[in-house]
C-alpha cells in the first residue's frame, strides 16, 4: 500500500526551528516530486516547497531563504528544515507524492498532515 507519514511537527516560539520528515513506501520514490504543502485555518492549501527527482528545489516567496526542502532516496525520506519561524507559519503541514508527468498512469499520495504551531 502506498503511503507517505509525516513527522516532526510541535510547538516553537517564534524565531525558532523546526523540521519536519516525511516517510515514504510503496512507491518507486526515486522518480517523485515530492512537495510539503500546509494549511492554515479559514485558509487554502498552499505550497511552501518542492524537490524534483533530480534534486531542483523551489519556494514561494513567503518561506523562500527560510525553508528548506532535501530527499534522501536510499532512506525513501524528503525534510523540510525551517527556521526563523513565524506565526503566519502556524498550519498543518503534508507531504504530498507526485509520479512524473511522463508515466502513463498518473499517482499521487499525501500524507495525513503534522501540526506546527508558532507561538510565545
Known amino acids: 500500500q502506498p503511503q507517505v507519514v509525516e513527522s516532526g511537527g510541535g510547538l516553537v516560539q517564534p524565531g525558532g526551528s523546526l523540521r519536519l520528515s516525511c516517510a515514504a513506501s510503496?512507491?518507486?520514490?526515486?522518480?517523485?516530486?515530492m512537495h510539503w504543502y500546509r494549511q492554515a485555518p479559514g485558509n487554502q492549501r498552499e505550497l511552501v516547497a518542492s524537490i524534483t527527482r533530480d534534486g531542483t528545489t523551489n519556494y514561494p516567496d513567503s518561506v523562500k531563504g527560510r525553508f528548506f526542502i532535501s530527499r534522501d532516496n536510499a532512506k525513501k525520506m524528503v525534510s523540510l528544515q525551517m527556521i526563523t519561524l513565524k506565526p503566519e507559519d502556524t498550519a498543518v503541514y503534508y507531504c504530498?507524492?507526485?509520479?512524473?508527468?511522463?508515466?502513463?498512469?498518473?499517482?499521487?499520495?499525501w500524507g495525513q498532515g503534522t501540526q506546527v504551531t508558532v507561538s510565545s
Open positions: 504530498n507524492a507526485k509520479s512524473p508527468p511522463a508515466w502513463p498512469v498518473s499517482s499521487e499520495y
Open positions: 510503496g512507491i518507486l520514490f526515486s522518480a517523485y516530486t
